[in-house]
């Protein structure tokens, strides 16, 4: 069986650790958030300037000044604070975010991302997806194993317009979840959803991987 | 030389002209220079750059300026929200130049403080860093981006003192502080305006000496995403 999409959230919240600052990129990424370990201190990055984001307000409660990178109204917290995009970006750029969570339309196996861009059809900008996977410490992307056509997501090498070269740690998506391992050493699959079976993925995956140990 | 406006179309006069490039403030709806925008449209200035991150929704924000046409070209780094955008953009009749968020608020921040130019790793690999220097340090590859200066910037604060010393609110922030002082003329718009002396000097966000004009004006302050979470019974 295929994670849905909260299962999927849920896996990607083991990602977390006690102490750390994370971005979360928008869609099923923003979900980790309903999974964030109870007595587990994780403060969520908004980029338009916030950090300490807090649950969506209550019906009438909403401030039209306060806002997360997907436009959507939320709350502030005690630990709060409000900056400028370019101080959210010294802070993106400058590697003191711990972790960022987005999405993707295609991943390579030598960890390039392409999740901004289809030419001649999708024209809505990169917002701040470049400079998040250049400058965060790790990079985990969330994503459905497949493209709506039943094609491979995981790739050889991305064929879209890439928004990063050899940036992402780890892939998991709703069928296994493979390590990036660092300096050319490729993809390893560490990991299947329950259920799933090695064939099944080995059927789906277009990228060339090896098997951890214990997973044969 | 007193620096508050009676109104919007007092404050632009004599600062607009046709193929000025011109800063607008806000992330999506939020802390954008509404009533600027608006004077901007009824100014009927045109061809004008436009650098703000979004470019407003329909009929809204800058939005209203797309609809006539007196955008030529916008400096962006994302516009999914406005349709008018897309069908100008995909037939032709608008330039873009999309750059990457952090990317576009250092832009604006180098502008502002004198920086002709600075390298980040943002955009390497990729069509962003086509056409430019790039440069390794340390053994890593950064790509080598100019600063930004504007004609004109239209910004939204929150409260101002009569010198123009700014207080910003929430995330209304955003690309507010930097265009501010990226602009050849900067034009505030502010809910309100107050004495001298009654804002504490630690608690002052941006220093008047880069507000040249400042109005006080009303906000409709549209929210985009209205999101909301259920009381629990």
Same mark, same amino acid.
């Given at each position: 069986?295929?994670?849905?999409?909260?299962?999927?959230? +849920?896996?990607?919240?083991?990602?977390?650790?006690?102490?750390?600052?994370?971005?979360?990129?928008?869609?099923?990424?923003?979900?980790?958030?309903?999974?964030?370990?109870?007595?587990?201190?994780?403060?969520?990055?908004?980029?338009?300037?916030?950090?300490?984001?807090?649950?969506?307000?209550?019906?009438?409660? +909403?401030?039209? #000044?306060?806002?997360?990178?997907?436009?959507? =109204?939320?709350?502030?917290?005690?630990?709060?604070?409000?900056?400028?995009?370019?101080?959210?970006?010294?802070?993106?750029?400058?590697?003191?975010?711990?972790?960022?969570?987005?999405?993707?339309?295609?991943?390579?196996?030598?960890?390039?991302?392409?999740?901004?861009?289809?030419?001649?059809?999708?024209?809505?900008?990169?917002?701040?997806?470049?400079?998040?996977?250049?400058?965060?410490?790790?990079?985990?992307?969330?994503?459905?194993?497949?493209?709506?056509?039943?094609?491979?997501?995981?790739?050889?090498?991305?064929?879209?317009?890439?928004?990063?070269?050899?940036?992402?740690?780890?892939?998991?998506? #709703?069928?296994? =979840?493979? #390590?990036?391992?660092?300096?050319?050493?490729?993809?390893?699959?560490?990991?299947?959803?329950?259920?799933?079976?090695?064939?099944?993925?080995?059927?789906?995956?277009?990228?060339?991987?090896?098997?951890?140990?214990?997973?044969? | 030389?007193?620096?508050?406006?009676?109104?919007?179309?007092?404050?632009?006069?004599? &600062?607009?002209?046709?193929?000025?490039?011109?800063?607008?403030?806000?992330?999506?709806?939020?802390?954008?220079? *509404?009533?600027?925008?608006?004077?901007?449209?009824?100014?009927?200035?045109?061809? $004008?750059? &436009?650098?703000?991150?979004?470019?407003?929704?329909?009929?809204?924000?800058?939005?209203?300026?797309?609809?006539?046409?007196?955008?030529? %070209?916008?400096?962006?780094?994302?516009?999914?929200?406005?349709?008018?955008?897309?069908?100008?953009?995909?037939?032709?009749? $608008? /330039?873009?130049?999309?750059?990457?968020?952090?990317?576009?608020? *250092?832009?604006?921040?180098?502008?502002?403080?004198?920086?002709?130019?600075?390298?980040?790793?943002?955009?390497?690999?990729? $069509?962003?860093? /086509?056409?430019?220097?790039?440069? /390794?340090?340390?053994?890593?590859?950064?790509?080598?981006?100019?600063?930004?200066?504007?004609?004109?910037?239209?910004? %939204?604060?929150?409260?101002?003192?009569?010198?123009?010393?700014? &207080?910003?609110?929430?995330?209304?922030?955003?690309?507010?502080?930097?265009?501010?002082?990226?602009? %050849?003329?900067?034009?505030? *718009?502010?809910?309100?305006?107050?004495? &001298?002396?009654?804002?504490?000097?630690?608690?002052?966000?941006?220093?008047?000496?880069?507000?040249?004009?400042?109005?006080?004006?009303?906000?409709?302050?549209?929210? /985009?995403?209205?999101?909301?979470?259920?009381? *629990?019974?």
């Amino acid at each position: 069986m295929a994670r849905t999409r909260e299962q999927l959230a +849920e896996r990607a919240a083991k990602e977390l650790q006690d102490g750390f600052y994370v971005n979360l990129g928008i869609g099923i990424p923003t979900l980790v958030a309903n999974y964030i370990p109870q007595g587990m201190t994780v403060t969520l990055q908004s980029e338009n300037g916030m950090l300490g984001m807090g649950p969506f307000p209550y019906e009438g409660e +909403e401030d039209p #000044d306060l806002i997360n990178a997907g436009k959507q =109204t939320i709350t502030e917290i005690p630990e709060s604070s409000y900056f400028s995009s370019a101080d959210s970006f010294a802070m993106i750029r400058g590697g003191h975010i711990n972790l960022s969570i987005l999405g993707a339309m295609e991943v390579a196996e030598n960890g390039d991302i392409a999740n901004w861009m289809i030419p001649g059809k999708l024209v809505k900008g990169m917002g701040g997806a470049m400079d998040l996977v250049a400058g965060v410490k790790r990079v985990v992307v969330v994503m459905e194993h497949a493209n709506k056509h039943g094609q491979s997501k995981v790739l050889k090498s991305c064929s879209l317009p890439l928004t990063g070269t050899g940036v992402v740690s780890r892939i998991i998506t #709703d069928l296994a =979840t493979f #390590d990036v391992k660092p300096d050319g050493g490729g993809l390893e699959l560490i990991e299947l959803a329950e259920g799933v079976t090695l064939d099944e993925v080995a059927a789906k995956t277009e990228a060339t991987y090896s098997v951890a140990a214990g997973l044969q | 030389m007193g620096k508050i406006y009676a109104d919007v179309t007092s404050a632009l006069e004599g &600062v607009t002209f046709d193929g000025m490039m011109v800063m607008s403030g806000g992330f999506g709806l939020c802390g954008i220079p *509404e009533n600027l925008i608006a004077g901007l449209r009824d100014s009927g200035v045109k061809g $004008l750059t &436009v650098v703000s991150n979004n470019a407003g929704v329909d009929g809204f924000g800058l939005g209203q300026l797309l609809g006539t046409r007196q955008i030529a %070209k916008m400096i962006s780094s994302y516009v999914g929200e406005n349709k008018e955008f897309e069908r100008q953009y995909l037939a032709g009749e $608008l /330039e873009l130049e999309f750059n990457p968020q952090g990317t576009l608020a *250092e832009r604006i921040r180098a502008g502002g403080a004198g920086i002709p130019a600075f390298f980040t790793a943002t955009g390497v690999g990729t $069509l962003v860093a /086509e056409g430019k220097e790039v440069r /390794e340090f340390d053994g890593r590859k950064y790509v080598m981006e100019t600063g930004l200066v504007a004609d004109l910037s239209i910004i %939204k604060a929150w409260k101002a003192d009569e010198r123009g010393n700014l &207080v910003f609110r929430k995330t209304a922030r955003n690309f507010n502080p930097m265009m501010a002082t990226a602009g %050849k003329v900067t034009i505030v *718009e502010v809910e309100e305006i107050v004495p &001298v002396g009654s804002i504490d000097p630690d608690q002052i966000h941006t220093p008047g000496v880069y507000v040249d004009r400042l109005i006080q004006t009303v906000s409709e302050k549209r929210i /985009e995403q209205r999101t909301v979470r259920q009381r *629990e019974a």
